[in-house]
């Protein structure tokens, strides 16, 4: 399933994230960031002891949460230790940007009322000619989206 043994990302992840100031507890680094804390997760599947999963994660310091991977939050491809921390690198500048965040939850809400959840299920939704966003905005919470546009 993955082309990067689990092991071998972690000792990269290890030595790449603390060079950048994470603090790491069992396979997630944390790093505080302004009104952000940045999370790099290495999660193991549940259905295959050789499968695991990376998934970055950017919460907002000012929502109290119980959300586990991120107020947004992403899973990577395992295809080489430079790229994934190319994507990584990637989403935490967009997800950490107030600017970008409060555009990309704009023109997701405008997305949103174009093409219902009711036009999605039925397959009737051209992603091509009316491409999503961000997939990440399908995973932010309500509350979250409304915060963001108040706040930032």
């Known amino acids: 399933m993955s082309n990067v043994p689990e092991t071998e990302l972690i000792e990269y992840a290890k030595k790449q994230l603390k060079e950048k100031g994470f603090k790491k507890k069992n396979k997630r680094w944390t790093k505080v960031v302004g009104d952000f804390t ?3 997760l290495i999660q193991g599947s549940c259905y295959d002891k050789d499968s695991y999963y990376i998934r970055p994660g950017v919460f907002i310091n000012a ?22 921390f190319c994507e990584f690198e990637k989403f935490v500048a967009i ?25 999605r299920r039925a397959g009737l939704v051209d992603y091509e000619k009316d491409p999503v966003p961000s997939e990440v905005c399908f995973g932010i919470p309500e509350h979250v989206i409304e915060y963001i546009l ?3």
């Open 150 to 152: 108040v706040h930032f």
């Open 95 to 119: 997800w950490t940007d107030k600017v970008a965040i409060k555009k990309i939850i704009s023109d997701f809400i405008e997305w949103d009322k174009r093409n219902p959840l009711e036009k």
């Open 38 to 40: 940045i999370s790099f």
């Open 63 to 84: 929502l109290e949460t119980d959300l586990y991977y991120g107020h947004f939050m992403t899973e990577l491809a395992q295809d080489s230790l430079e790229n994934i």
